[in-house]
């Protein structure tokens, strides 16, 4: 069964430290991506990959970086220099930049 | 003036009423129209996918594009309280990322 996984499904992240959130796909995708989505914002785009070992930073980078090491796995990490990083993060994947995107169920990152 | 302007509702409809659902843009080179349901705490799903201009239709739900007015439109006739989600449209210029509107919240009560 294809489909995007991300976990964990909830994540508390202490003053100053970084915490990876993972996004796994089996649906064969070449581009993938990460949005934030905050109440009455919408999704914001942090970052896509197109291929493997490439990737651009999107609409609001700071405070994040990513890897593309592999094809179907693409993480995220909060850093401590995110100074508001209490969101929904959302991981999706499409077959093209062209093609539409299909989503995972979210990972909620909390401050403890 | 945002991209992707979406009225965020919340919108309440009785069981069996036609809902339409706008997005306005200003881009006149966005291309590619897509409609996305997401239910609380979970990842938004495609709906609908729309090239250019026209109809689809899919079952109880039809999307409309008018490129003339940068307008979109998402019909669900019918509606079901299992419709009862947040509908986000999403539109992209050829090779450009995705522009999310706000999302609408709908209800539709039994």
């Known amino acids: 069964d294809g489909g995007i996984t991300q976990s964990p499904k909830y994540l508390f992240r202490k003053e100053g430290q970084n915490v990876t959130l993972s996004c796994e796909q089996n649906?064969?995708?070449?581009?993938m991506y990460w949005y934030r989505q905050d109440p009455g914002q919408g999704l914001r785009l942090i970052y896509y990959?197109?291929?493997?070992?490439?990737?651009q930073k999107g609409d609001i980078a700071e405070g994040y970086s990513v890897s593309r090491e592999k094809k179907e796995s693409f993480p995220l990490t909060v850093t401590s220099a995110q100074k508001n990083p209490t969101a929904f993060y959302l991981c999706?994947?499409?077959?093209?930049?062209?093609?539409?995107?299909?989503f995972g169920d979210g990972t909620r990152l909390s401050i403890l | 003036q945002k991209e992707v302007e979406q009225d965020p509702g919340p919108l309440s409809v009785p069981e069996g009423a036609i809902v339409s659902l706008n997005c306005t843009y200003s881009?006149?080179?966005?291309?590619?129209f897509m409609w996305y349901r997401q239910y609380s705490r979970k990842g938004p799903e495609l709906l609908m996918y729309?090239?250019?201009?026209g109809n689809k239709e899919d079952g109880r739900f039809t999307a409309q594009v008018d490129k003339s007015s940068k307008y979109i439109s998402l019909f669900i006739r019918d509606s079901q309280p299992s419709d009862s989600a947040t509908y986000l449209c999403?539109?992209?210029?050829?090779?450009?990322?995705?522009?999310f509107g706000q999302g609408t919240e709908l209800s539709v009560k039994p």
């Open positions: 999403a539109m992209s210029e050829q090779g450009g990322k995705l522009i």
């Open positions: 990959s197109q291929i493997v070992n490439d990737f």
């Open positions: 649906l064969n995708h070449d581009a």
């Open positions: 729309t090239y250019s201009s």
């Open positions: 999706a994947s499409s077959k093209t930049v062209h093609q539409p995107q299909h």
């Open positions: 881009n006149s080179a966005f291309q590619y």
